[in-house]
């Protein structure tokens, strides 16, 4: 009996054996099978790295400021009687803004005026009467005193008369009206702002270790964002001697001509310095480079092996300027090197991938709006 179970747990054991052993076979055949089986091409896009011709630039953050801008306020209180601009208009130098009521200092000159007459016929009488000796030098004195201080008198009251017509000290454009007909306005409120467009400052900052590169006279290009894709060109004509404690960066100011008035004060604008000096560099378009917590990396088209397809090795970079729709490579690509431009993110180190460039990322340092 025995020896019958012990025959039976043998048989069962070499079955049971058999058929695991089998389906074991069988898994490893068709890992085998699947390790041999390759995917498919990736399809991407591809360019050939060059070398290009770069005009070194110092880029920084400005602020467009007036050559001259002030805000208009009377010196002297007064009730508004003439205003003569409108929100928005160009005035020129000496024109009449707005007018306050002079009736008192009017009244007041023609009283002056008055005694000016009186005091000026005692004068010549006294000069009558000294030829004659009837009178003394002394009397004369007084007489021509009064004069003066009468001609004193109505000058200061002709000077005000003339502040409360408040003008324009400049060419420009005036903003906002701030004041009516009628309303009593007090010395320093502001009335409305008068800018001079043209030209304008654009005013930016520089670290200290640039300071040896910036002369004034050099060439600045600036953009900003109500014009998108346009570009303004301007002048430095001022270098502060001061590098600031705080930041250890120095003050710049452009001048940019803004002839046509697009630009106004109070915008910010991208300023890029132009050096004189320009370099070759290798560009590619910014798609062809991945940004990782590694590092930025591209992929480099390999020659194929055989009749089979191209495939990709990955390599590290070093980028530098940026300029449009492309990046300078500092390190890591070598002109002529084929590179991919997009399809990465299904790439790996060796992949295979077909190549379709019938449409390409964009590829232009100076883009304008229609490309983008």
Do not use: C
Request: glycine content about 8%; hydrophobic content about 40%.
């Amino acid at each position: 009996m025995i020896k019958r179970m012990i025959v039976m747990i043998l048989a069962l054991a070499v079955v049971f054996g058999g058929v695991f052993g089998a389906k074991y076979y069988i898994g490893q055949m068709i890992q085998q099978k699947m390790a041999e089986r390759k995917p498919p091409p990736v399809a991407v896009t591809t360019i050939e790295a060059s070398a290009r011709t770069w005009q070194p630039r110092l880029h920084a953050v400005g602020s467009l400021k007036a050559t001259k801008g002030v805000a208009i306020s009377p010196e002297l209180a007064g009730r508004v009687t003439e205003l003569g601009f409108e929100s928005g208009q160009a005035v020129s130098q000496g024109e009449l803004l707005v007018a306050l009521n002079t009736e008192t200092e009017a009244a007041e000159l023609d009283r002056l005026q008055a005694r000016k007459e009186l005091a000026e016929t005692q004068l010549r009488r006294q000069r009558r009467l000294i030829r004659q000796n009837q009178t003394s030098q002394a009397a004369v004195d007084e007489a021509a005193a009064q004069v003066k201080t009468l001609t004193a008198q109505i000058e200061r009251e002709r000077t005000l008369i003339a502040k409360k017509r408040i003008r324009a000290p400049f060419d420009g454009v005036v903003g906002i009206r701030r004041v009516d007909l009628g309303q009593f306005v007090d010395p320093g409120e502001p009335l409305v702002t008068l800018q001079d467009l043209a030209p304008l400052y654009a005013d930016f900052t520089l670290p200290q270790e640039d300071l040896a590169q910036v002369t004034e006279g050099m060439s600045v290009a600036l953009t900003v964002d109500t014009y998108p894709g346009e570009t303004f060109t301007g002048e430095i004509t001022a270098i502060d001697p001061q590098v600031a404690e705080d930041t250890r960066n120095f003050s710049v100011r452009a001048t940019v001509a803004n002839a046509d008035g697009r630009l106004r004060p109070g915008m910010f604008a991208d300023v890029a310095v132009q050096l004189p000096a320009k370099r070759e560099v290798v560009t590619l378009p910014q798609t062809a480079v991945t940004t990782n917590p590694y590092g930025e990396s591209v992929f480099i088209v390999q020659a194929p092996e055989g009749d089979g397809p191209p495939t990709v090795t990955k390599r590290f970079v070093t980028t530098g300027d940026r300029r449009g729709d492309q990046v300078a490579i500092s390190e890591g690509v070598e002109p002529g090197e084929t590179v991919v431009t997009s399809g990465q993110l299904k790439l790996r180190e060796g992949a295979r991938i077909q190549v379709n460039n019938e449409v390409t990322p964009a590829n232009d340092a100076a883009p304008t709006p229609e490309n983008r």
